[in-house]
């Protein structure tokens, strides 16, 4: 005999609202369904299947099978022992009156029984009656909607009420198969239609029953998410088909948003005029995709052509006037382009370094024109470290000190994020080296996680320059990031350098902080040098860190390595590929090795220093002084090699001598003399493993 709970539902709830932007609305749309998911859950209804969906103006939820009701549920709870549970007299304890409590029950409804140990307790039958699902979706409608968030949105309020949305919540069609379910919201109340799109349906549109609502929706002019991705998608591709060799750009980010702007939408041609192919196709691709959301179309040899993607929401009889009314738009901007470029390209690049002056980089840090001078010393010392030619040297030096320049130029101002790109049109149009053009170009990169670093030399040396002044010059002020604050992007410039530096020839790090470091207390801005210089080694050792995990490197090996405060990328990620090649091959040898050598460092005293009177050495000890020496001799070459598996290799070979000097030496003994020169023979051990790394985080005991 069935049940109401095991009958299956349909059940819709759509919120209709006044457009709503594309990212809170993806976002949104994610909620919506975890949301209803642990609501259901929560309440006990069952249901087989459940999809969120999202056009500009509403945010849906579909629930497949849903049950009819909750299921009936008879459960038996057993309380405390029936000694605790009553007192002599009878009457329950606290402890009794708990439980009773906590299970909903009055005191007659408690029972008394033997369990399996033998022993009696209180019992509680429970009884949870089935519940309608048309009473409970009521609640559940309502903290869907009041739960949503809007991260890096605010939420409006509009008219008298204290409830709020991204957008003024408009209408709320809500059924269960063709009932619809009570719920209010900000004043508006739930009912049994939908709204259809604002041009070729308008109005109200009844939803006879959840079932038939997908079918409403699409007679009323709306598709959603999915089927206006594909409508686009196979329009551009008949478009590409029936135009070989033309490709249209299509970025994610960008891509996206026109889906979330349209809920018919169909594609059409616009066509700019070809004068203006003259500018930087940049300017021209920004101002597109940006400002208008259309999409530039590419020819077959991967130049830009005159011709761009509108997607229209509007009529099909309309497209004329569409495409009329978007190519004006289109002509105006690129004409305003076509005006800053020319005339920013009157006066030569250099000529608008000094302008800079009035551009602040950081208000403690001075201007951007100082950081302009500080990237061209820091890049020459780069490159002389290095070993550049003087040719390159000079480029590298040139182009770190052109690099900021475009930030004053019109065509900048208007398109800010073509720094770097603009500046390359302009000192290629100055007859600037290539080595300089590609470097002013390459040296934000990278600019976030996965990007590629700059593909020159000298891009790669500006990069570095750029980046490393910026985390010294924050550090120097005492302003590093926190965790939940990094205005300057500090920790993706740190990994920028880490990546740069990867790639450049082997420098010290450490000596180009000291020299960034400099160049800010020649222009005045003093600092704990010795102090700052350890908190941006440790900085970068954090970063370091991080990214040797994600090379599957052991946080162990991690922490031994950076325990010596080896912050050149290259040289870090070589030792710790080394050590953990050499401990996963001698395991058990590190191991052991790694406990000998934390006991050695807790009693040893550093003060004593490491010369041994080889006189006072018994044989177990002489054994171990010998392996020292023998091991320091190799370590010392090895590292001199920069071979870091003989040197991590060489630590094994102490392995044996101390365990023996451990088992048949008394450390502590009670002649001072002989104490502290066997104090001084483990200094002397500790000291073969100072430039390895800390071999006691090694180990798992």
């Not at 009329?324 to 690129?334: C, M």
Request: with cysteine; proline share 4%.
């Amino acid at each position: 005999m069935s049940t109401q709970s095991d009958t299956r539902c349909e059940f819709v709830l759509e919120i209709g609202a006044e457009e709503m932007p594309s990212a809170p609305l993806i976002c949104a749309t994610k909620q919506l369904a975890q949301i209803m998911e642990r609501e259901l859950k929560a309440c006990g209804l069952a249901y087989d299947s459940l999809e969120a969906h999202n056009s500009p103006r509403r945010l849906v939820v579909l629930v497949h099978g849903l049950a009819a009701a909750t299921q009936e549920k008879h459960t038996t709870k057993r309380g405390p022992a029936v000694s605790i549970a009553y007192d002599a007299q009878g009457n329950l304890t606290k402890a009794g009156l708990g439980f009773a409590r906590k299970a909903g029950a009055t005191p007659e409804q408690l029972s008394k029984k033997q369990d399996k140990d033998g022993k009696e307790y209180i019992w509680c039958d429970i009884f949870t009656p089935s519940l309608r699902a048309h009473d409970l979706l009521g609640d559940i409608i309502t903290n869907c909607i009041t739960k949503l968030e809007w991260p890096n949105y605010r939420s409006q309020r509009w008219g008298a009420t204290t409830e709020s949305f991204v957008r003024p919540v408009r209408w709320i069609c809500a059924l269960l198969n063709d009932d619809v379910i009570p719920c209010t919201f900000a004043d508006v109340t739930s009912s049994n239609y939908t709204l259809g799109h604002r041009v070729l349906a308008p109005g109200k549109h009844v939803v006879s029953s959840a079932s038939a609502y997908l079918d409403v929706l699409h007679d009323a002019h709306v598709m959603l998410e999915d089927e206006r991705r594909q409508r686009i998608l196979d329009d551009v591709a008949a478009y590409e088909k029936a135009h070989p060799g033309m490709h249209v750009d299509m970025p994610r980010g960008t891509f996206d948003e026109v889906v979330n702007l349209t809920e018919w939408p169909h594609v059409v041609i616009g066509e700019f005029d070809h004068q203006f192919l003259a500018i930087p196709h940049e300017i021209i691709c920004e101002s597109m995709l940006t400002n208008q959301r259309y999409f530039p179309i590419y020819d077959a040899d991967g130049a830009l052509t005159c011709f761009f993607v509108i997607v229209s929401n509007a009529k099909p009889e309309m497209d004329t006037h569409v495409i009329d009314g978007n190519e004006r738009v289109v002509r105006a901007r690129l004409s305003d382009a076509q005006f800053f470029y020319t005339e920013d390209l009157k006066a030569p690049l250099e000529s608008y370094v000094p302008l800079l002056k009035r551009v602040t980089f950081q208000e403690k840090l001075g201007s951007v024109f100082q950081k302009a001078v500080r990237m061209r010393d820091l890049a020459q010392t780069i490159a002389e470290a290095c070993n550049f030619d003087a040719a390159l040297t000079e480029h590298c030096a040139r182009a770190a000190y052109l690099a900021k320049a475009d930030l004053v130029t019109q065509t900048v101002v208007e398109f800010t994020s073509q720094q770097g790109v603009m500046g390359a049109y302009f000192a290629e149009a100055c007859e600037e080296d290539p080595d300089v053009v590609a470097a002013i170009k390459e040296h934000y990169h990278p600019r976030f996680s996965g990007d590629s670093v700059a593909q020159s030399t000298c891009g790669k040396v500006v990069s570095l320059a750029d980046k490393l002044d910026t985390i010294c010059g924050m550090f120097a002020i005492n302003q590093p990031p926190t965790g939940s604050s990094d205005p300057f992007a500090l920790r993706r410039s740190a990994l920028g350098c880490i990546a740069i530096l990867k790639e450049l020839p082997r420098i010290s790090l450490l000596s180009l902080i000291s020299s960034s470091l400099a160049r800010y207390d020649m222009q005045g801005t003093s600092c704990d040098t010795d102090a700052t210089i350890h908190e941006i080694s440790q900085f970068f050792l954090g970063r370091l860190g991080s990214l040797a995990k994600d090379e599957h490197i052991s946080p162990e090996v991690v922490m031994a390595i950076s325990a010596i405060s080896i912050i050149d990328p290259q040289e870090f990620f070589a030792r710790a590929h080394a050590l953990e090649q050499v401990q996963q091959q001698q395991a058990d040898v590190f191991e052991d090795l790694a406990i000998a050598y934390g006991r050695a460092d807790h009693i040893r005293e550093a003060a004593l220093g490491t010369t041994v009177d080889v006189d006072m050495l018994a044989p177990t000890e002489q054994k171990l002084y010998n392996a020292c020496l023998e091991g320091q001799d190799n370590v010392e070459k090895a590292l001199s090699n920069r071979d870091y598996v003989v040197a991590a290799s060489a630590l094994a070979a102490l392995r044996l001598p101390i365990d023996e000097f451990f088992d048949d030496i008394r450390v502590m003994d009670e002649d001072t003399k002989v104490r502290n020169n066997r104090l001084r023979l483990l200094n002397l051990f500790c000291s073969v493993f100072t430039n390895v790394a800390d071999i006691s985080v090694l180990t798992n005991r």
